[in-house]
């Protein structure tokens, strides 16, 4: 056997500008298990990171199948925004499995999450239906629905 082999998925890490948002949004619109959040200023965050000065606020939200982690940085204090397009290279969305793609689509734009149109229905795969949306800080998360098949 061949060492350094990828066994599975730890968890989705997402850096966020304020946890309580996220939390929110999270937890209450997406209905994530939230593990409330725990601030680290241990020097072994700039080591593991590589950012200097490195205080993160993280938060854990566990759904049926996948954890996601939030982390806030609360230093360095130069902090910004990168906005990037699905086109742009390093570029990453959630893409989240869901049943009531509509239900759940107007959740979010009620929470700030903006589609890109209508949903669309995509005759792959038995047929699905597929929606990218966008929302603060630069998240975009696509919504499938294979509910409908």
């Given at each position: 056997m061949v060492g350094g082999n990828v066994v599975g998925l730890a968890?989705?890490?997402?850096?966020v500008s304020d946890m309580d948002r996220a939390i929110s949004f999270f937890g209450g619109v997406l209905g994530g298990e939230v593990v409330?959040?725990?601030l680290y200023d241990d020097p072994v965050f700039e080591r593991i990171t590589g950012v200097k000065d490195a205080v993160i606020n993280i938060?854990?939200?566990?759904?049926?199948n996948h954890t996601l982690e939030l982390l806030e940085y609360r230093?360095?204090?130069d902090?910004?925004?990168t906005p990037s397009r699905p086109c742009d290279p390093g570029h990453l969305h959630l893409s989240?499995?869901?049943?009531?793609?509509e239900e759940?689509?107007?959740r979010m734009a009620e929470a700030g999450f903006e589609t890109v149109g209508p949903i669309q229905h995509v005759e792959v795969e038995g047929g699905f239906d597929v929606i990218y949306t966008y929302?603060?800080?630069g998240l975009v998360i696509e919504l499938m629905d294979f509910s409908k098949k």
């Open positions: 968890h989705t890490g997402v850096t409330q959040p725990v938060a854990y939200v566990n759904f049926s230093k360095p204090e902090r910004m925004v989240l499995n869901v049943e009531g793609i759940l689509a107007q929302g603060f800080d």
